[in-house]
């Protein structure tokens, strides 16, 4: 069931969107040759607590048992790590492509959030992925209007990511998003246009495509957490948290002062 929210529901959102997006700017700045993901998770843990927040991720705990509860406050995915990387010691390099994905809870709601940045000034190749996986998360919003059919979103991620020749996770989804941070209805990153429930002004909805750089296939480590791609090449993710409104999509993880816009 897709839960819609109130104007004053989304306007809490808006207040845990911003904090994630405020975490994930700070994030970014820091992220240079020589720290470690484990110093990054720590930052922004603190800067998520003294916005008066609660870091989603961490102690996250999904409803299968075969793997404990999410150790931090991001997911930190190095080059071919895809998603739910753990933080750790090693420092990051030059030339690493880094995904980093948190969220945060704040006054019951959650906000939900993506980014991907290279490390230093080379790596072309990882650059131009993580750039194509940017445009292809606007090109989903762009079709976030009222009268849409959820696959349309996952049409226009999926022609973006591939026309680009890269291609698209299967595994993963985005999701609504709310009082959960896991609602209803899973968005896939692919398909054919005009199926599924048509969108509405009150959804929320975290969108993310990850695209990888070679094969759509991934494979989870042990641990269940760490995903990589199948061939080892790399792979990006972007998201944003956003609500349906009367007039089009509201981004509520955009940075404060760039209210509804990218
Ligand atoms: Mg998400």
Same mark, same amino acid.
């Given at each position: 069931?897709?839960?819609?929210?109130?104007?004053?529901?989304? !306007?809490?959102?808006?207040?845990?969107?911003?904090?994630?997006?405020?975490?994930?700017?700070?994030?970014?700045?820091?992220? %240079?040759? $020589?720290?470690?993901?484990?110093?990054?998770?720590?930052?922004? !843990?603190?800067?998520?607590?003294?916005?008066?927040?609660?870091?989603?991720?961490?102690? +996250?705990?999904?409803?299968?048992?075969? @793997?404990?509860?999410?150790?931090?406050?991001? @997911?930190?995915?190095?080059? &071919?790590?895809? #998603?739910?990387?753990?933080?750790? $010691?090693? *420092?990051?390099? =030059?030339?690493?492509?880094?995904?980093?994905?948190?969220?945060?809870?704040?006054?019951?709601?959650?906000?939900?959030?993506?980014?991907?940045? %290279?490390?230093?000034?080379?790596?072309? !190749?990882?650059?131009?992925?993580?750039?194509?996986?940017?445009?292809?998360?606007?090109?989903?919003?762009?079709? @976030?209007?009222?009268?849409?059919?959820? &696959?349309?979103?996952?049409?226009?991620?999926?022609?973006?990511?591939?026309? =680009?020749? +890269?291609?698209? #996770?299967?595994?993963?989804?985005?999701?609504?998003?709310?009082?959960?941070?896991? =609602?209803?209805?899973?968005?896939?990153? +692919?398909? =054919?246009?005009?199926?599924? *429930?048509?969108?509405? *002004?009150?959804?929320?909805?975290?969108?993310?495509?990850?695209?990888?750089?070679?094969?759509?296939?991934?494979?989870? &480590?042990?641990? +269940?957490?760490? %995903? @990589?791609?199948?061939?080892?090449?790399?792979?990006?993710?972007?998201?944003?948290?956003?609500?349906?409104?009367?007039?089009?999509?509201?981004?509520?993880?955009?940075? !404060?002062?760039?209210?509804?816009?990218?």
């Amino acid at each position: 069931m897709i839960v819609l929210k109130s104007r004053r529901e989304i !306007e809490k959102m808006r207040v845990a969107g911003r904090l994630v997006a405020d975490v994930l700017a700070a994030v970014a700045d820091a992220a %240079v040759a $020589g720290v470690t993901t484990e110093e990054l998770d720590e930052r922004a !843990e603190e800067r998520i607590r003294n916005g008066g927040g609660i870091p989603a991720f961490k102690h +996250y705990q999904p409803d299968f048992i075969r @793997c404990g509860p999410f150790p931090a406050t991001l @997911c930190t995915s190095v080059n &071919s790590e895809v #998603v739910h990387g753990i933080p750790d $010691g090693r *420092p990051l390099e =030059e030339g690493d492509l880094l995904s980093v994905d948190t969220g945060a809870q704040v006054d019951g709601y959650f906000g939900d959030a993506a980014i991907t940045v %290279v490390i230093g000034d080379g790596n072309i !190749e990882a650059r131009l992925l993580a750039d194509a996986t940017r445009r292809a998360l606007e090109a989903g919003i762009r079709v @976030c209007r009222p009268g849409n059919h959820l &696959s349309d979103i996952s049409h226009a991620v999926q022609e973006l990511a591939e026309s =680009e020749g +890269y291609s698209v #996770v299967r595994r993963f989804v985005g999701h609504g998003i709310g009082t959960s941070m896991h =609602e209803d209805p899973p968005i896939p990153n +692919y398909g =054919e246009p005009g199926k599924g *429930p048509v969108l509405k *002004p009150g959804m929320v909805l975290a969108v993310e495509p990850m695209v990888n750089a070679g094969t759509w296939e991934v494979e989870a &480590s042990p641990d +269940y957490w760490r %995903v @990589c791609t199948r061939d080892g090449d790399l792979s990006a993710h972007f998201e944003h948290t956003i609500a349906i409104t009367e007039s089009g999509p509201d981004v509520l993880t955009a940075a !404060e002062g760039l209210s509804g816009s990218l």
